[in-house]
């Protein structure tokens, strides 16, 4: 039984190359948690911006009629990558977490595992 | 909209103080300065989000999540929610002076993570930022919801659908969050997207004092200035289209 910080936290230490993560409300924008970032990486900037892409990519899926939910979204940087994962559940309606990693570092396929591992954690 | 959204909530969080700050819309409980608690008759509490809402329509959901016990994430996440946007509207502004109890404590205390009272503020400024940088009308927020017609392909997300199939023209988007069980900020947010795409009437903005009137005379009549609203309509029924 893991509260919103524990995850955030978990999320940090356990995946390799985490360099910070966030739970974000995806309508409104906000952080309603976050871990790491720092001064390079400022995570309520990265998580009001990102609710923009979760939403276009929502918007999108209405228009090509896709009846579908998304898991996951990855954009890759040069250097980093930053992993969006949509939680589901009922009070968990409209969040998602946010997750940028060190691309030297990171495994990509681990930390997506790790990921959803960590979001059931936090519903159960 | 610079500067700080309540200059008293500054000073009592400064002063570590314990109480509850009470506003016109809304009142904050604060622990040594911090946030434990916010409430404001706008927007629904913890019981009614978790509950899914008042409309039996939306308890229709899928794997029986109803059924299921809530857990201690999500209940935290949840409640800091309901926090945030009961503190938006409690610091809405005001007409009366603030007050502040000293020493009262909320009926209703959720047992949480206490939040510092500069970052409720701090997000009640970024809200109403979001909020005019979505949709200047602050008209709709109070108003009741007035459907339109979605232009021929124009696609609606499934979020706003399940409220435009409850805007009956009556309610206002802080009733239709309790019809819901969704945070009235995000009904208020969601209501200006809609607005902005068309598919929401944006109630007439407060009449403008008339100008002066123009002296009929040869000269060149100057230009209406450009109804915005309509531009922007226009451009959103031209994009849904190409």
């Keep these: 039984m893991a509260n919103a910080e524990t995850a955030l936290k978990e999320a940090t230490t356990v995946i390799d190359g985490a360099l910070g993560a966030a739970l974000v409300d995806y309508t409104s924008g906000m952080a309603l948690g976050a871990i790491g970032g720092g001064k390079d990486l400022d995570l309520t900037v990265a998580a009001a911006g990102n609710t923009d892409v979760v939403r276009a990519k929502v918007r999108t899926m209405e228009m090509l009629g896709l009846q579908d939910d998304i898991e996951d979204i990855l954009i890759t940087l040069g250097t980093q990558y930053h992993l969006i994962r949509l939680l589901k559940g009922r009070g968990a309606n409209g969040l998602f977490l946010y997750l940028a990693l060190d691309k030297n570092r990171a495994n990509l396929a681990m930390a997506r595992h790790q990921l959803k591992k960590i979001e059931s954690e936090l519903e159960v | ?242």
């Design chain 2, 1 to 242: 909209m610079t500067g700080g959204v309540s200059p008293l909530l500054r000073r009592l969080a400064a002063d570590r103080a314990t109480g509850a700050l009470v506003r016109d819309h809304g009142t904050l409980y604060l622990v040594d300065g911090q946030v434990v608690h916010a409430e404001s008759p706008v927007a629904p509490g913890l019981d009614v989000l978790l509950a899914g809402g008042s409309d039996r329509r939306s308890a229709a959901r899928p794997h029986g999540a109803r059924a299921r016990r809530i857990g201690a994430g999500e209940r935290e996440i949840c409640r800091l929610g309901a926090l945030f946007d009961a503190a938006f509207f409690a610091l809405a502004p005001g007409r009366g002076p603030a007050r502040f109890r000293y020493g009262a404590e909320p009926r209703l205390a959720g047992a949480g993570r206490p939040v510092p009272a500069a970052a409720v503020e701090r997000e009640t400024l970024r809200r109403r930022e979001l909020l005019d940088d979505v949709w200047p009308y602050p008209a709709l927020d109070a108003a009741p919801v007035v459907p339109r017609p979605a232009a021929p392909g124009q696609s609606v997300t499934a979020r706003g659908r399940a409220l435009l199939s409850r805007a009956d023209g009556v309610r206002t988007p802080a009733q239709l969050a309790w019809v819901l069980g969704r945070p009235a900020f995000h009904t208020v947010l969601e209501i200006r997207r809609l607005a902005a795409a068309g598919l929401v009437e944006t109630p007439a903005p407060a009449p403008v004092p008339d100008p002066a009137p123009v002296p009929p005379s040869g000269a060149a009549p100057t230009a209406d200035p450009p109804d915005i609203a309509l531009l922007r309509r226009v451009r959103d029924a031209l994009e849904a289209h190409l």
